[in-house]
Nanobody
Framework: QVQLVESGGGLVQTGGSLRLSCAGS????????MGWFRQAPGKEREFVAV????????YYADSGKGRFTISRDNGKNTVYLQMNSLKPEDSAVYYC?????????????????????WGQGTQVTVSS
């Protein structure tokens, strides 16, 4: 079992930055592909970014390309999402997720069902 705990959310103005953290438990955390998703009120949960086990391969949703950076520190069992140039439409609850089946992400990286463990989420609110 893997437990994931997100932190770093908050209220920020348009154009501001936030860095989200996802702390994971377990000795095998560094073997997992990790993803970030978000869910705004009334909308479905959507893919944001994914990173492979070593951190040398990443992929982003179009909405975050050029603004968001996913990274990981396996020594700390932590995955990060640096978000810059934030927009009101980025407001959502952000979740991290672990895919324990794969160390490198598959072509289904954007699908919720691809991931086995989820955190409780952290709220990000961007004011206009």
């Amino acid at each position: 079992q893997v437990q994931l705990v997100e932190s770093g959310g908050g209220l920020v103005q348009t154009g501001g930055s936030l860095r989200l953290s996802c702390a994971g438990s377990g000795r095998t955390f560094n073997r997992y592909t990790m993803g970030w998703f978000r869910q705004a009120p009334g909308k479905e949960r959507e893919f944001v970014a994914v990173i492979n086990w070593s951190g040398d391969s990443t992929y982003y949703a179009d909405s975050g390309k050029g603004r968001f950076t996913i990274s990981r520190d396996n020594g700390k069992n932590t995955v990060y999402l640096q978000m810059n140039s934030l927009k009101p439409e980025d407001s959502a609850v952000y979740y991290c997720a672990a895919d324990r089946q794969r160390s490198s992400y598959s072509h289904n990286y954007y699908k919720i069902g691809e991931y086995d463990f989820w955190g409780q989420g952290t709220q990000v609110t961007v004011s206009s």
